[in-house]
């Protein structure tokens, strides 16, 4: 009895997201926040061959209101087949954040692909979520 529990702590537990990701063709998907996401959020992709896109971004250059359920953006993103394998990256946080200032940083630390929103200089609770496409 002690050695099944003891298996049974082995398994590292599921990781929790706060995004689906949807996929709508070859080259476009969606973004769709989950309940319990804060409220807004700014998306980009880091393409194996070093490419980074910023995705979201306000007219004023702040980060978007994400309400779960919907499209970030009311909107489906294009990720070229030639970039290969993409990580994207979804950054929520209950503030607006620069999406300038977040992009910079993300330009920077893009060659380090474990990196965490611990590596950003953000104001307020922010938390990421990190998918791969495809």
Known sequence: MVGAFLLGCNKAPAPVHRVELRKLGDDR????????APPRCLAF???????VRQLTMS???KSLDCPPG?????????????????RIYVFFSDLQLSADSVAHQVSDLSAN????????????HVVADVLEYP
């Open 45 to 51: 992709t880091i393409a194996e061959k070093g490419l």
């Open 113 to 124: 692909p474990s990196f965490s929103v611990l590596d950003l200089r953000l104001p307020g």
């Open 29 to 36: 998907v969606e973004l769709v926040p989950l309940a319990g």
């Open 70 to 86: 919907r499209p970030i953006g009311g909107t489906s993103f294009r990720i070229p087949p030639t970039e290969g394998k993409v």
């Open 59 to 61: 007219p004023e250059k």
